[in-house]
T-cell receptor, first 113, second 113 residues
Framework: DAKTTQPPSMDCAEGRAANLPCNHSTISGNEYVYWYRQIHSQGPQYIIHGLKNNETNEMASLIITEDRKSSTLILPHATLRDTAVYYCIVRAFGTNSGYALNFGKGTSLLVTP | NAGVTQTPKFQVLKTGQSMTLQCAQDMNHNSMYWYRQDPGMGLRLIYYSASEGTTDKGEVPNGYNVSRLNKREFSLRLESAAPSQTSVYFC????????????FGEGSWLTVV
């Protein structure tokens, strides 16, 4: 499974864009990049995912580099409620764990007033 | 919209006691998962069930058993609880496929004393 590298923590001012980077240099050509977040020990919440193209939904945008070795999650107008741990995950293929998600330690995002 | 429902939400056990965590999903998903999360850590996969009638070990299966009772329900059993199993347990479900989103329950807080 491809591993991911994220900064342990980031700060962002309320109302500004939060850009969370993720490195996944060993990603395989048919593996998806997923982003989840976890607010204060609640169940992880799905944000967005992508394969090759950039993606946007009502929560965020996902920018994947052309070589697919890194990606950036963008929260366009961060609010205090976006304070959470953000996980960048490469979706496991194969028989070892089905299609389960392999979580790392993520990035702890603090949105400040 | 119940989604993924876990019971109980909180439980305190004595070392050596047994208990079962229950999980049910109402999204007609094929795959279900059990994760644990220790303080300050990411989620780790205990067991998963890719489809009804199948179960497989994840990253940390020792000390646990699972049962995929039917398509809706996936239970996690601790036969002889140990303090090292004090953790937050999350159940999750998804359709089969790497592009399918995994949805999580709200967690079950287990303390073994």
């Amino acid at each position: 499974d491809a591993k991911t590298t994220q900064p342990p923590s980031m700060d962002c001012a309320e109302g500004r864009a939060a850009n969370l980077p993720c490195n996944h240099s060993t990603i395989s050509g048919n593996e998806y990049v997923y982003w989840y977040r976890q607010i204060h020990s609640q169940g992880p919440q799905y944000i967005i995912h992508g394969l090759k193209n950039n993606e946007t939904n009502e929560m965020a945008s996902l920018i994947i580099t052309e070589d697919r070795k890194s990606s950036t999650l963008i929260l366009p107008h961060a609010t205090l409620r976006d304070t959470a741990v953000y996980y960048c995950i490469v979706r496991a293929f194969g028989t070892n764990s089905g299609y389960a998600l392999n979580f790392g330690k993520g990035t702890s995002l603090l949105v400040t007033p | 919209n119940a989604g993924v429902t876990q019971t109980p939400k909180f439980q305190v056990l004595k070392t050596g006691q047994s208990m079962t965590l229950q999980c049910a999903q109402d999204m007609n998903h094929n795959s279900m998962y059990w994760y644990r999360q220790d303080p300050g850590m990411g989620l780790r996969l205990i067991y998963y069930s890719a489809s009804e009638g199948t179960t497989d070990k994840g990253e940390v299966p020792n000390g646990y058993n699972v049962s995929r009772l039917n398509k809706r329900e996936f239970s996690l059993r601790l036969e002889s609880a140990a303090p090292s199993q004090t953790s937050v347990y999350f159940c999750a479900s998804s359709e089969q496929g790497a592009s399918d989103t995994i949805y999580f329950g709200e967690g079950s807080w287990l303390t073994v004393v």
